[in-house]
Each structure stands twice: as C-alpha cells, then as structure tokens.
C-alpha cells in the first residue's frame, strides 16, 4: 500500500512538471508573437485617406500601442526621420495633431517605441489640389468592397462631371460620380491609382495594396497579446496554486495513514 501511494505521488510530481513546462511554454511563444504583431500594427489616421490638402489638419494615433513603453509618432520626409512635436505637430498621448501641412510633409509615418519596436508605416500624400483621391491608407482585405473617391475642392455645386480613374498610368474607366467602387477585391487590383476631372485636374498617384484574409489569424494573436493575456497569466498562476495545493494535501495524507503508525 505504502508503495502503491507512492507510486501515485510521484507521478503526480511528473505530471504537474510536465503541466507547468507546457504553460511557460505557451506563455513564450505569445510574448514571441506579440513582439512579432507589434511589426504588423498601423497608426490611425484622421481623414483616414491617404493624401490630404495643403493647409488641412491631420491627426495620428498610436492607440494600438502601450504608450506607458514610450511610443512616439515618427516620419520619414524629405528623407530625414524626425518624431511629433520637434519642429512639427502637437503630441499628447498618443495622438498626434498635425495642423497646417505642406506639401514637404509627404512621407511615410510610423509609432516607434523607446526601444526600437515599429509599426508598419502609412504614406501621406500631401497635394495643393483641387483634385485628391481618397483611398484606404492600410490593405485592404481580400473579397471585401473597396471606395476610391475623387474629390474636387473647388467644385462648390457638386455638378456631374466626367471623372477618370488610372491604375499604373492605364485608362480605367470614366464615370459620372465622384466614387469607383472595387467589389470583391484581390490581389490583382494592387497598383498604383489616381484620377482626374475634367477641368479641374488630376490628383496624385496613391498604391492601393491588398492582404490575403490568412494574415487575419495575426489580428486573433495581436488581440491575445494585448487584451486577453493579463487574464491567461492569471488562469496560469490559478493552475499552478491548485497543483500544489493538491500535492502538498497528497503529502498531508501521506503522513497520517495506517502503514506511518508503528504501533502494533
């Protein structure tokens, strides 16, 4: 009997071993992956378009981001990297308000943390007009709609005009509305698009790119590492104090059976 028990003790001690082993485990590959998802993220922007007028205010958040880690707001124009609030825009938080662009502030911009972690970057456009393309600043997903506007600031009435759109510098087609709409998007609508209306101009060429739906897993990851992952951490240490609580009563029993009594 007293072998028998334990036998059971020790294999309790190896299974609760192997348990703790395969949560760290675990535990390691999603500290992993969120360090890899961190790469994947975009920062927010409002207008969420790609080019803006001159003069206009653009505003970027970092929201997606733990701004405790000391993220900032960079970019990258006329080739120099500078961050938020050095010679140009205003940040608070995570947000960065960008009043009064020039056209020297195209360029791309990204949420840096202080130790050299990046999100991918988005790129701004800035035009003096009149005529800009509104389109999506990050990928699009692959079969969903997509919204490629044409828009005109000096067009007061919004009168029916003749609107062309151009992917890689090829005729597309004209239409009346300001609005080309790409139903069932894939990767073969990737390029680079503008358009032009008619005596007004044409905007500035804008690349429309695409994701395959696979890389939504990465989002499902992203989400663990930064809103679900306190709480794994916590079923993880509950795990572990009901193992050895378990095994410290196992020790308990142990000591108080018939076969540790040498009277006779």
Known sequence: MCLLFTYLLNF?????????????LLVIQIWDS???QTNSAFPHVVPNTSQHYEYSTVSFDCKEFDVSLGWKLMRKATDVDTACGTSW?????????????????????????????????VNITISPG???LESPLIPALEGNTVSLRCKNSTDFTKTSTSISFYKNGIFIKSISTS????????????????????????SPESWLAVRSRDSTDNEMVTLL??????????FLLRTVGTILWVTLLL??????????DHAI
């Open 130 to 132: 009149p005529v800009i």
């Open 251 to 260: 020790v308990v029993l142990r000591k108080h059976q018939p076969w540790n």
């Open 89 to 121: 825009g205003v940040f608070s938080g995570s947000i960065c308000i960008f009043r009064n662009v020039y056209i020297e502030d195209s360029g791309q911009y990204w949420c840096e943390s202080g130790d050299g972690k990046k999100s991918n970057p």
């Open 34 to 36: 969120c360090d890899a």
């Open 179 to 202: 609005t080309l709409i790409i139903r069932n998007i894939n990767k073969s609508h990737e390029g680079l698009y503008k358009c032009s209306i008619s005596g007004a101009g044409e």
């Open 225 to 234: 590492c930064y809103d679900q992952l306190p709480v794994f951490l916590y």
């Open 12 to 24: 309790h001690m190896l299974f609760v071993s192997s348990v703790i082993n395969t949560w760290l």
